[in-house]
Each structure stands twice: as structure tokens, then as C-alpha cells.
């Protein structure tokens, strides 16, 4: 008989299987045989107490608590304490389901866009923790003789493994001395002997998705808790960096890291070619070093977990100050809400609804703008040949009305930020990827598969363009205006799902309040006349 378990405590469903299953499953004397088959799922992360993790389980799967209890509680054969009767048949089947349900979901996570399982590295970069001796001779060496490893092979999934990697280069031995985590981080020793001076490099940026939409290339966090970044194509010359607390070459969604805050790193950061200008770190290590790692996904929970400096590795831009709260504000939502599309439906209402009284006073700007538009007109017509006197003018119509020409744009300008700040966070989120909305839309993180969304996206537009005032006199303008929403149509074609979605929403909510405003003038407009 086998039960197929997710061996991976960062989920409700592993954190009690291989827990509390395993010792009670032993204690059968069954012909049990357990199959281990997860990978991280940091989105399951068990809370504190039981009753949180049927809660979990219960919001997962649509079930009740009581079900979730009887469905996840421990085998034990005598177990009279938590009273509860062992049930095999039943615990065998929800085993094998989530397994599946977990299974699917790593799938999905880790697959391209042509359904293929990812490779974070080509077979032609530099690779994670090579070494380049200062001493050109064993530098030479070090290509052509092989690495021993203590170990055939390594399993790390349940308990910490070590494995030590070594070099023979004739006077001079290297020794890589590893230990591997469940988690997926890595604590590493380099020395080598007779005082050989190496540097060692935490490889070339993981090569799944590096596009012209997300920032990717080199960053460091100083010991000022500043952040350095070198994005591919901008490494021109050797640029030396010292008091580094971390180091990461990233992609969108993959990075490769090394750090150690207790002693900082010296680093030399130089191009992989004269072509390419891409950024590789290579860390000045002496003869002996100590740090740790990690290569794989950018996930938030993961990363803090580690160490909280970490989440420094998402690189948000320049709106960072912004996007950092909005993220765990987004991750806050979605532990309660469990679907990241209707999470991002929660966050842009909740922003909306922050930002409305800088978008009310720009609506009710561009109103007054609109009413005064005819005598605006007039005036730039009697003194068109005078600029100081129509100016003059203008500034006393807009005085006696209460209108500000700078009262529509600055409420957008000041909202810029936030539109950056959502942008970078959907944009470079790897917790989207693979996580469905509804209907059609199956990874938030690919583009909608048969443009609904853009689509609709567009429409709102084009629809908010016509019901709100439009002030332009210049008629060219005008006109490029009005293809905005083709312009932008076409854009979002192939950005990810949850962020047209964020648009698609915004926009409608921004229609809402445009005719909450206009309907509100034509009021007043008709108690005048």
C-alpha cells in the first residue's frame, strides 16, 4: 500500500503528515510505504496552532472545520487523549488527493510558458559558486581536473545534509564543505590550501524570464543598508564593492544569493563581455570563506523566514518605500481571501477608496474647468495677438470661479507612485505564478490567453475617456489622446493577467466615481437654470 505525502512542512497538509503521521504509521506495523513527492509551497505555511491549520485546510478545499479535523488528524492508534479514532481508508484517500492537488500546483509554478519544467541556468553562463584562483597556473588547473564529492547523491528534503566537494589541483587542494537545508538555503565553507588566494561568484542570473518589462541584472545591500544595482546591459568596467551584507543575480522571478551579516563581503562586479555588458560578482575570498545561499525563487515568505534583510532581493524600483507595505498588505488579503485574483480585486478597491479624495478634487477641477471652457475660449480669441493680456485674463476667471488649471493634474501626478508602486509588486510577485483567478484565467502571472482582459481593459478606458471633461483646445492632441485606449490595448496584449486585471478594475472604479461626479454638476447646472 502506498500513501503519497507532500514532505514539505511549509504546508498545513505536510507539516502534520510528516509530523505526527510518520512515528504512528511505524507504530501500525503496517506494509506502509510513503511516497515523498512536494516541493515548497509557501502559500500552506502552517500557523501556531492546530486550530489554524484546519482553518487553512478548511479555506483551501471548501470544507468545513469539523471536516478539515477529521480528515487531517494524527494517526494514532492510541491517541484517547485527543480522542479521536483512527480512520486509515479515509486518511489514505485525502492523502492521495492533496498529493495530486499539491503536486498540480508545484507543476504549474515551475513551468514555462510552453509547459516545459524550468532551467534557471544555461549550460554556457558562469555558474553558482565557481572559484577563479589569483594564481593563473592553478587557475588553469582548476578547468580540467575533477570534483570529488563525498556523496553520490543528496536528500535534504526532511533534516539537514552536508556534502563536501573536492578539488585536487597537484600542491594545492580546494574544499567546499556544504550544508543543505530543507528549506532550500545553504551554508558554505571554501578553502584552499598553501594560502591560495580565489574569489568565488554566486554565477550568472538565473536565465527563465528576463524581459523588457522587469528590472534584472546584479543587486547588493550595503552595510548603510543602501542598495546597489547593476541591471544587464549597464556593466561597462570592473566596479569594486565593499561591506556587501548580500549579494543576488536575478531575473524576474528566480535569483541566485549569497550572504553572511555577520562579516560583510568584498566583491568585484565586472561584464561577461564587451558585447553583452550583463553584470557577474565575483566575492574576494582570501584562502578560507564562510557564508550561506540560496538559488531559486524570489518567494517573500521564504526570504524573510531566512532573514528579513533578504526581501531586500525583490528589487521594486524606485517606488520600493511604496511597494514593500502594498506586497504584505496583498499577501495579508490573500491569506484570508486564498484566491490571488480576487486579492488583487480586494487591494485595488482598498486603494481606490485611499486615493479618492485626490481623484474627487482633480474630477471636480476638470468640471469647473469644463464650465469655463466657453468663456475661456472667448477670451483666448479677443487677445490672441496679446499673450500677456489673455494670460492675465485667464488667471482672473480662474480666481473668480474657484478653478485651478493645475487642479487635475496634480491629484494624478501624486498618484503616480502608487500606479508604479502595484505595477513593480504584480509585475515581479512569483507568488502569482501559477495561481489561477477564475474561469479562463489560470496563471496570473502569463498573459490572458485569449485577451478578454485586455480587451475589457481597453473598453473601460475608451469608456472613462468619453464621460470625463475633456479640456484639450489643441485638436492634434485631442486626437492623440483618443487613441490612448488602442495604444494601451495593445500593450497590455501580452502583460500578465493579475495586472490587467488591476487596470481592468481600477478603471472601472474610476468610472463609477466620473459619473458619481458628473451627475452631481448636472444637478447643480439644472437647479441654476
Known sequence: MIIEIISDYSCPFCYLAEKRYTDVLKSLNANIQIKHTCYQLDEFAPKTTRENVYSIFAKKYGVSEEVAKDQMMPLKKNAQDEGFEFNFDKIQSTHTLLAHQFAKAFEEKYKDDKGNQIKLFDANQLRPLEVRFADANINTDAFKVSVVASSSSVDATTSAQELVLTQDLNSTILI????????????????????????????????????????????????????KTIEDGQSDKNESIVGAKFISSFDRYYATVIYNFDKSLAITVMPDSTENLNPQAFIHAGSVISFSGLIGPKNHKDLEALNPELIDVIDYGWFTFIAKPMFILLQFIQSYVGNWGWTIVILTILIKLVLYP?????????????????????????????????????????????????????????????????????????????????????????????????????????????????????????????????????????????LTLYW??????TIGQQYYINSVFERKRAEKN
Request: hydrophobic share 45%; charged share 20%; with cysteine.
Open 176 to 227: 567546499k564543505k556544504l550544508k543543505i537545508y530543507p528549506d532550500g538555503h545553504y551554508d558554505l565553507t571554501v578553502s584552499a590550501t598553501n594560502d591560495k588566494q580565489f574569489f568565488i561568484t554566486n554565477g550568472f542570473r538565473p536565465n527563465v524570464l528576463a524581459d523588457m518589462y522587469a528590472v534584472h541584472g546584479f543587486i547588493s545591500k550595503l552595510n548603510d543598508n543602501s542598495l
Open 358 to 498: 485626490l481623484s474627487f478634487k482633480g474630477m471636480v477641477s476638470m468640471q469647473k474647468l469644463k464650465d469655463l471652457a466657453p468663456k475661456m475660449k472667448e477670451i483666448q480669441v479677443k487677445y490672441k495677438d496679446d499673450k500677456q493680456k489673455q494670460s492675465m485674463h485667464m488667471m482672473e476667471l480662474y480666481k473668480k470661479h474657484g478653478a485651478n488649471p493645475m487642479g487635475g493634474c496634480l491629484p494624478l501626478i501624486l498618484q503616480i507612485p502608487v500606479f508604479f508602486a502595484i505595477y513593480r509588486v504584480l509585475l515581479n510577485a512569483i507568488e502569482l505564478k501559477g495561481a489561477p483567478w477564475m474561469f479562463w484565467v489560470h496563471d496570473l502571472a502569463e498573459m490572458d490567453p485569449y485577451f478578454v482582459l485586455p480587451i475589457l481593459m481597453g473598453a473601460t478606458m475608451f469608456l472613462q475617456q468619453k464621460i470625463t471633461p475633456n479640456t484639450m483646445q489643441d485638436e492634434m492632441q485631442k486626437k492623440i489622446f483618443q487613441f490612448l485606449p488602442i495604444i494601451f490595448t495593445f500593450f497590455f496584449l501580452w502583460f500578465p493577467a493579475g
Open 504 to 509: 481592468f478594475i481600477n478603471n472601472l472604479f
